[in-house]
C-alpha cells in the first residue's frame, strides 16, 4: 500500500496511462519502420498525394462558395436589420468551413485507404513480416462486397458525428470549449479504427468486430489516433504520415488481437 492507494488500484489508475503511452509508441514506432524502408514509403505516398489532390480542389471550390451557400441555407436573416445578418453569416461562413475541415480530417484516411488499398496491403503484409520472420501473413477472410460495404459504412459513421459536431457547435460557451475537444477525440478513435481495418480485415474481423475490439481498449487507440488527428490538421503533412500510420496501426492491430507486441 502506497499513499492511501492498495496496489491493484495503482494499477488500475497506471494501465490507462500506459495504454495511451503505447499507442504512442505505435505511433512513432511505424514513423520509424518506414523510415528504415524507403521503398515502402515512396509505394505508400502515391495514393495520398492523388487523396490530397482530390480534397484540395473540394476545399478550394467550397471556400469560393461557401457565402452563397449560407445565403441561400438562411433567407430568413434578409429581413434583420444591420448587421445581424452579416454576423450570422460570417460565424456561419466559419463554422461550416470548419466542419468542412474536420469532415476532410477524419474521412481523408478512409479515401487514401481505398485508393491504395494494393499499397496499404502490401506494405501491411511487409511489417507483419518482418516483425515476425519467416510466419505466414494472413489474407483477408472478408468478401469483396463486405469490404466495400465496411468501407461505406466507416465514411457514413463520419459524417454522421460531423452534423452532431457541428450542431453542437452552435451551444452557447461548450460549443466552443468542449465541442471541439470532443471532435479531437472522435477523430482520433475514427483515424485509428480506419487505419487498422486493413490488417484486421485479414484476420476476419469486420467492422462491428472491430469497435468492439477498439473500444475495448480506448486509451490504447486515443494514444495512437489524438496525436495523428491533430498532425493531419496540418497541411500536407496527413500525406506523408500515412505510410508511416498505416505501420504504426499494424502493430496495433497486433497488440489488440493479442499478437505479441513489436519491441524496437
Not at 169 to 182: C, E, K, N
Request: net charge positive; with cysteine; hydrophobic share 55%.
Amino acid at each position: 500500500m502506497r499513499g492511501g492507494q492498495t496496489i491493484s488500484e495503482q494499477t488500475e489508475y497506471a494501465a490507462p496511462v500506459r495504454d495511451l503511452a503505447t499507442g504512442f509508441g505505435y505511433l512513432l514506432q511505424g514513423q520509424r519502420w518506414v523510415g528504415a524502408h524507403r521503398r515502402q514509403l515512396g509505394f505508400g505516398l502515391m495514393p495520398g498525394l492523388i487523396a490530397l489532390a482530390l480534397y484540395l480542389a473540394a476545399i478550394l471550390a467550397l471556400g469560393y462558395f461557401v457565402g452563397d451557400i449560407v445565403t441561400w441555407a438562411t433567407p430568413f436573416a434578409d429581413h434583420w436589420a444591420s448587421p445581424w445578418p452579416g454576423v450570422l453569416r460570417g460565424f456561419l461562413d466559419v463554422l461550416f468551413m470548419v466542419l468542412c475541415l474536420f469532415l476532410a480530417v477524419i474521412t481523408f484516411t478512409a479515401l487514401t485507404l481505398a485508393l491504395g488499398q494494393p499499397f496499404y496491403e502490401a506494405l501491411s503484409g511487409h511489417v507483419e513480416r518482418s516483425l515476425d520472420p519467416g510466419a505466414r501473413v494472413p489474407e483477408s477472410k472478408l468478401s469483396a462486397g463486405r469490404l466495400i460495404r465496411d468501407g461505406i459504412l466507416l465514411v457514413l459513421r463520419a459524417a454522421v458525428w460531423g452534423a452532431v459536431l457541428f450542431v453542437a457547435g452552435f451551444l452557447p460557451v461548450i460549443g466552443q470549449t468542449v465541442v471541439p475537444v470532443i471532435g479531437i477525440g472522435v477523430a482520433g478513435f475514427l483515424l485509428a479504427q480506419e487505419l487498422t481495418t486493413v490488417a484486421m480485415q485479414r484476420r476476419g474481423i469486420d467492422l462491428r468486430q472491430q469497435l468492439r475490439l477498439l473500444r475495448s481498449r480506448r486509451m490504447l487507440v486515443w494514444g495512437f489516433g489524438i496525436p495523428l488527428a491533430v498532425a493531419f490538421l496540418v497541411p500536407f503533412v496527413a500525406v506523408f504520415l500515412m505510410p508511416g500510420a498505416v505501420a504504426g496501426a499494424t502493430m496495433l492491430t497486433r497488440e489488440a488481437c493479442g499478437t505479441a507486441p513489436a519491441r524496437y
